[in-house]
């Protein structure tokens, strides 16, 4: 026979509910980043990336063919910006970003180590003579081969809001918190502008 | 005041019953004019008419005008949304050996497994047709790009289907919340609320400053409470307002939250009974009613009503935070509606 107390009261079930929202938030953000790793994916078992990337006639093909999965990483850099390199005090080494290639590679080229931060500078520049453009950079975190992810809370922009007006310069700091329990490995992922979706860079960090 | 009857709702369900009968008309075009119709094309016709809501067409279409769309242009897409539900109605009625939907006898109950398999697979592929003109009326790249959306959706919801299939089939009962909150996400939130409000913006003029992802949690809230708030009609609704046989997640042995709850916190002698009466074949109503009455004594049910309610507010703060620079509409006014109406069902 069931006693009273086998029945929760109000308040406790208040609080034993309060947390199904954050649990689901979380299940969002890996069924997201399994998605766009699976578009990825797609890419690159269809096409060798670094080819295409250099070859325009190859990369207007697929335009034409317009597979979606690709346009995500190979929409044209027609909007007017660009990218440069600067060396980060904070880490031993170079930022690479690779002008050659459609999308910039922003790879550090120390590893990093679990429970430290490495910043990541973007110079940014308006090549427009009248408009100005607000960047407001997003992603959804950074995924390993071995599908470990660094979630997207761990990625934070400075400042959260860049301005520029026509013909400036200005610097967004991307930095990557690795956590504690992070795993070896290679960790990707894409980082964009809000509004302006064909602006992105692939963010790539080796943890140590 | 019942949800359905403030002035509000009132005009939500005119807006919705006009995009219904639009959709109709449009699976009516695209159905051809020949043999055979009585076991295919005349059900094809009319399982969509049967006291359907057209919730998922209609979410797409308030959220393409709100975004500035054109509805002639979004009206294509949003019918073969509503073709998919209603393929994913009838397989889902055969898998799950439901026999009454939408308050009438499921096609396979009234046709058998085999011609009700039939006619899903035929709405399927008129879906596939219709996607298929979007190459006519849109430009390339938003075609190609629906067409992606709807591959990825539909494979979500397969996969959220198999798990739960799956589930039931190795009579595994050691499911977490967290599991459950994945499978609902795939097999019902991406097709019912979150691709439809996806659609709906990529569709519109509007789209080119917007990130969609942005509009994800506000979907999968509103799907997770929906679907939550299903759970719970199906063991103490109303049948003739719920549609569907009352107790029949106990009897397919779904596992809900409701249920994942229960075998939480029941002893282990009440958790042996409870899988015994769910693994079998047939069900007595004093079965049925055994477990929905544990699951009110441990306050299963309460606590899946707070989850759910928990769930509508996230919605509605995403809601506010994503639209509150909107200026006030119509069209803002209905989609909030849309969402209050969705997420305040009949208890």
């Known amino acids: ?208 | 005041m019942s949800a359905n009857k403030s002035p509000e709702n009132k005009e939500l369900i005119a807006t919705l019953r006009q995009h219904h009968i639009n959709i109709l008309s449009e699976i009516e075009r695209f159905i051809p004019d020949k043999e055979p119709k009585k076991y295919l094309y005349d059900l094809i016709k009319e399982y969509p008419s049967r006291n359907g809501k057209g919730f998922r067409p209609g979410l797409c279409l308030i959220v393409n005008k709100l975004f500035g769309g054109d509805e002639s242009l979004a009206l294509n897409t949003a019918t073969a949304l509503e073709l998919i539900h209603n393929a994913f109605l009838v397989h889902d009625d055969v898998e799950d050996k439901s026999l009454l939907r939408r308050g009438r006898p499921t096609l396979n109950s009234d046709f058998g497994n085999s011609i009700a398999i039939n006619i899903g697979d035929a709405m399927n592929l008129l879906s596939l047709t219709l996607l298929n003109r979007n190459y006519e009326i849109l430009e390339i790249k938003l075609a190609t790009r629906i067409f992606k959306e709807f591959e990825f959706m539909i494979t979500q919801t397969l996969e959220g289907q198999a798990q739960e299939l799956g589930w039931i089939h190795e009579d595994n009962f050691t499911i977490s919340e967290e599991q459950y909150l994945k499978m609902i996400l795939q097999k019902t939130c991406w097709y019912t609320t979150i691709e439809p409000i996806r659609l709906g913006i990529m569709l519109s003029n509007n789209s080119l400053g917007t990130n969609l992802n942005d509009y994800n949690y506000l979907g999968y809230y509103m799907g997770a409470s929906f679907q939550i708030q299903d759970d719970i009609l199906n063991l103490v609704g109303d049948q003739s307002l719920y549609g569907k046989e009352i107790g029949g997640d106990i009897i397919e042995g779904k596992r809900t939250l409701i249920l994942i709850n229960l075998l939480k916190k029941c002893t282990s002698k009440e958790e042996k009974r409870i899988k015994y009466i769910i693994n079998k074949e047939k069900n007595t109503h004093s079965e049925v009613k055994y477990i929905i009455d544990m699951m009110e004594e441990y306050g299963c049910i309460e606590y899946s009503q707070r989850c759910a309610l928990n769930l509508a507010e996230a919605a509605i703060s995403e809601f506010n935070k994503l639209f509150d620079k909107f200026p006030d509409s119509q069209e803002k006014r209905l989609f909030e509606n849309f969402l209050m109406y969705m997420i305040k069902r009949e208890l």
Not at chain 1, 80 to 103: H, Q
């Open chain 1, 1 to 208: 026979m069931k006693t009273n107390n086998n029945k929760l009261s109000p308040e406790m079930v208040v609080r034993e509910a309060s947390s199904i929202v954050m649990k689901a938030g979380k299940i969002l953000e890996d069924n997201i980043s399994e998605g766009i790793s699976m578009a990825q994916e797609i890419e690159n078992k269809y096409f060798k990336v670094d080819e295409l990337r250099e070859k325009e006639d190859i990369v207007n093909k697929f335009r034409n063919d317009s597979h979606q999965a690709l346009d995500m990483l190979f929409d044209a850099f027609s909007y007017l910006v660009k990218t440069t390199n600067e060396i980060v005090p904070a880490t031993k080494g170079n930022i690479r970003a690779d002008k050659s290639k459609k999308i910039p590679v922003l790879e550090p080229d120390s590893e990093i180590c679990p429970g430290n931060k490495v910043i990541i500078p973007i110079i940014l520049e308006n090549e427009s003579n009248s408009e100005a453009m607000q960047i407001e950079l997003t992603d959804n975190g950074l995924k390993s081969n071995s599908n470990e992810i660094i979630r997207k809370n761990n990625l934070t922009y400075l400042p959260k809001t860049l301005m520029l007006n026509p013909k400036e310069k200005g610097k967004i700091e991307v930095q990557v918190y690795v956590p504690k329990n992070c795993k070896k490995g290679t960790y990707e992922g894409i980082i964009q502008d809000k509004m302006r979706t064909e602006i992105q860079a692939l963010i790539k960090i080796n943890v140590s």
